[in-house]
């Protein structure tokens, strides 16, 4: 998944001269939390609501007028990705350096931005619960093919896969599918008898 | 005294004999009602139209329904849920689910006329069908286009969904409508199928607080199942004030359901009817719409049903499966089924972790209530 398909465009900017109260009022009016800055045309910071509260709190010794310009408060220079960085690359420096959002530059162009939320939206969509879904649960063994043949598993009984997760732990490879079927049980009941080790749905203790 | 709506036609609605929504449990449940003596004289609805499809679904989607049904395969298909291990294609389906349809708008129908005042259908319940795709095991949501038709005459609607899964289709039909109230128990999303039904579900817009969801634990038991229901519902329904109940009386939250985890008993299940009627005396003079849904143990759910029907229709309920009715389904029944409509008592080993189970669903359902009084208030 890359940050073109996550990103959302057009983006708003603010303009560097433009004053911190005409900031504000585009922010409130929008519903946004963070403003691009640029400077004729040229990305040069971002303004984010956190920025603004901050500087202009009565709780600072010098709180700015709101006549102050849009640069003085802004964070700059800014970090931004590139729209074909994957989205697990853009969650990294996002999380590393503890911030909300990054505006996408293709070339000097600005073309979007991504932020926390659409973060958020790409993991529902990795882990398939935007749609009708059961959870299964597999240890797989960690060794080549076994992925394979849990998929080829599936794929023989007709069951659609809308995501698949793997991640190790120290016994074995956990694997979380989200699958288009209403009947898991009876499925994992089939992967216990073709020896896969379900994790869930577990056995009922009175089942036979 | 209910009506009851049912007709052979029901049958059709079939994915074939692998698939677990099968009509045969029909046949077992009508089967066991006459054989404990109960004639039974339905009323033979007729089958919703396509417009009264349409005030549900998406032209597309019927149309995709209809041409499917007139055989060949679409690669479309898929993009509309149908044709998948849930919801296979079987020729004459359109039909097929226009009946279970009618039968449920049928009983809106009775109920808006002032003709009856309590009503079970023998069939639908397809909570999980989308405005614009079928899905587990669902083609045309009944339960909607019967409530909608209700909207219309004015009602405000409170519906009820006690089956093991969450009523994602019905919810989302009416979540910003301010004049249906959707209550849903079922097993916790975070497992189960379709995986949603989350306390923080709670309507949109001036619907807010009117979409209300009851998560549970898996191998959650009756008691605290009971205790959920006892601690949300009733407040919902004094709160609304609804002018009718739909109610979705699936039965697989049974202990022995194939599907899933949730532990009640038919002992479980006639307290929740008799619970229910009460409540429906209380808050809409005795109006309730009763459809059946999920279910899928055989000797299950014709016991569980039969208990709802003898409850709907205040009728004794016996203790001895009738001999008859047990060698004439034995093959279906397997060898799970005594000799009693009610489950042994205890039904099952005992379950670890009980402690825990419930205190976890206690605490989801404190959430829950804190969360809603401030759009009830």
């Keep these: 998944m890359l940050v073109k398909e996550m990103m959302r465009r057009p983006v708003t900017v603010v303009s560097a001269e433009a004053t911190i109260g005409e900031a504000y009022q585009l922010l409130q ?44 408060v802004m964070s700059s220079p800014p970090l931004t ?3 074909l960085d994957p989205v697990e690359d853009a969650a990294r420096i996002m999380r590393e350096h503890k911030i909300g959002c990054l505006p996408v530059v293709d070339g000097m162009e600005l073309v979007g931005i991504l932020t926390g939320m659409d973060l958020l939206d790409a993991l529902m969509i990795l882990t398939g619960v935007t749609k009708p879904s059961s959870r299964l649960e597999v240890a797989l063994a960690d060794r080549p093919g076994e992925l394979a043949r849990l998929t080829a598993f599936l794929a023989e009984r007709h069951v659609n896969i809308h995501s698949i997760l793997t991640y190790p732990s120290p016994e074995a490879v956990r694997t979380v599918l989200r699958v288009d079927s209403n009947q898991i049980r009876p499925l994992a009941d089939e992967l216990r008898q073709a020896e896969f080790e379900v994790l869930w749905p577990i056995q009922k203790p009175w089942q036979h | 005294m209910a009506a009851l709506i049912y007709r052979p036609e029901y ?3 079939d994915f074939g004999p692998e698939h677990p929504f099968t009509p045969a449990r029909l046949a077992m449940l009508l089967d066991l009602i006459h054989t404990l003596g109960h004639a039974t004289s339905p009323i033979a609805a007729p089958p919703a139209t396509r417009e009264e499809i349409l005030t549900i679904h998406d032209e597309a989607y019927v149309a995709m329904v209809e041409a499917l049904d007139h055989g060949g395969s679409r690669p479309e298909a898929e993009q509309f849920g149908l044709g998948t291990p849930d919801n296979p294609i079987f020729p004459g389906m359109d039909l097929a689910a226009r009946w279970l349809v009618g039968g449920t708008l049928h009983g809106a129908r009775l109920l808006m006329e002032g003709a009856e005042t309590r009503v079970l259908q023998l069939g639908g319940g397809l909570h999980h069908a989308q405005k614009n795709r079928a899905a587990g095991f669902c083609m045309y949501n009944d339960l909607a286009v019967a409530i909608r038709a209700m909207v219309r005459h004015g009602w405000r609607v409170a519906y009820l969904d006690i089956d093991l899964h969450h009523g994602d289709g019905v919810q989302s039909l009416f979540y910003d409508s301010d004049q249906v109230l959707t209550i849903s128990l079922h097993e916790t999303g975070h497992y189960l199928y379709p995986g949603t039904g989350h306390i923080q579900e709670l309507g949109a817009g001036t619907a807010r607080g009117l979409s209300v969801n009851i998560p549970l634990e898996p191998f959650t038991e009756s008691e605290s199942y009971l205790e959920a229901f006892d601690a949300v519902v009733p407040r919902a329904l004094e709160w609304f004030s609804p002018h009718v109940l739909v109610v979705q009386a699936g039965a697989d939250a049974h202990f022995a359901d194939p599907l899933g985890d ?5 002992q479980a299940f006639q307290a929740l009817y008799g619970r229910i009627l009460d409540l429906a005396a209380d808050h809409t003079q005795g109006r309730a719409l009763f459809t059946l849904g999920g279910g899928y143990e055989a000797q299950v759910v014709a016991r569980v049903w039969t208990i709802l029907y003898l409850t709907l229709m205040d009728l004794p309920i016996p203790e001895r499966l009738p001999d008859a009715w047990l060698d004439r389904w034995r093959d279906l029944l397997g060898p799970e089924v005594g000799r009693t409509l009610h489950d042994p008592v205890p039904a099952y080993p005992e379950l670890p972790g009980r402690e825990e189970r419930n205190r976890r669903n206690g605490d989801v359902v404190a959430r829950l209530v804190d969360s809603l009084f401030r759009y009830w208030m």
């Design chain 1, 81 to 83: 990705a590139d729209p």
């Design chain 1, 29 to 72: 009016d929008r519903g946004f939390r963070h403003l691009p800055v640029v400077d004729r045309g040229r990305l040069v910071g971002v303004l984010t609501d956190r920025d603004l509260r901050l500087a202009t709190s009565s709780l600072c010794q010098h709180p700015r007028p709101a006549g102050d310009p849009v640069s003085a």
């Design chain 2, 11 to 13: 049958a059709g609605y």
């Design chain 2, 262 to 266: 949730l532990a009640l008993t038919t």
